[in-house]
């Protein structure tokens, strides 16, 4: 078990964008269901948040200083997850996310379901600032969103 | 793994007081040293918390609405809890439990160590509210401090 935790200890350069058109060819990209909630959020982003993709289900915890963020997760076992879940009613999201391979970047499109439905947006992550720079939405993007608080996860899942 | 899991779901009935003297037969008591981090702490009264008690680790959700609580725990791994433990750095406490069987009760006293030495802390749980009021604080009891935030274990480790 312990040969699926992850930590990640880095400065973020990834950008958000809303969704103005499906792309034609999204239903050819790899997609899963993604279930998560949040056992706590501490203000003003400190989190520990289950999630759900398939069969595989995990515990993360995200702490943002600034522009650096420190990441941990472990897979959980079912009975582990089953043990927890519960904690997290009322503060959930679900979402089907689609990876779109785009030059040599990976899209990730999620559309959420539930009370949320409606709202479709897409995350770029970069290696550098340089090609962060560099980058031009394709013409199925919206409104740029980064760094916009209302639509964290976190957030969309606690209102 | 599952087996370790325990989830409580109940009305709180216990009381806690500042300990003034220790008792004598102390030293004849089970005890065993507890260090414990929390991940996050969400207000007023939700949070995340990683253990370890002599060999055993693990992870316990708690959260509390009016005099009700929820506690979910689970058995770690160590391999799990060692990827999650470097999170909780700077909101850690460390302290010596004593279990004192007194009548038909257990008392829990708690011996801070590190930055909080100096205090010590007994808590006991009553099976109901009768036996709750019936308590007399046997005479090595100082003031009690029940529900006062300024004791629980998430305001002195994150303070």
Tied chains: 1, 2.
């Excluded at 809303?18 to 949040?38: A, N």
């Excluded at 999630?51 to 650096?68: A, C, N």
């Excluded at 927890?84 to 990730?108: F, M």
């Excluded at 980058?135 to 969309?156: D, H, I, Q």
Aim: a positive charge.
């Amino acid at each position: 078990m312990g040969g699926n935790n992850r930590t990640r200890h880095n400065r973020e350069i990834e950008r958000k964008f809303l969704v103005k058109w499906l792309p034609d060819d999204l239903k050819r990209s790899r997609s899963f269901v993604i279930e998560q909630g949040y056992l706590a959020a501490e203000p003003p982003s400190r989190q520990v948040r289950l999630r759900k993709t398939g069969r595989t289900v995990s515990l993360t915890f995200k702490v943002r200083r600034d522009r650096h963020r420190e990441e941990r997760e472990i897979k959980l076992s079912p009975k582990q997850f089953a043990a927890l879940w519960p904690g997290t009613a009322g503060r959930r999201l679900r979402k089907v996310r689609y990876e779109i391979p785009c030059e040599r970047l990976l899209i990730e499109v999620d559309i959420y379901r539930g009370r949320h439905a409606g709202l479709v947006v897409a995350e770029v992550e970069f290696p550098n600032t340089a090609s962060c720079r560099r980058f031009e939405p394709p013409w199925w993007f919206g409104r740029e969103v980064t760094g916009e608080k209302r639509y964290s996860n976190v957030r969309l899942a606690l209102q």
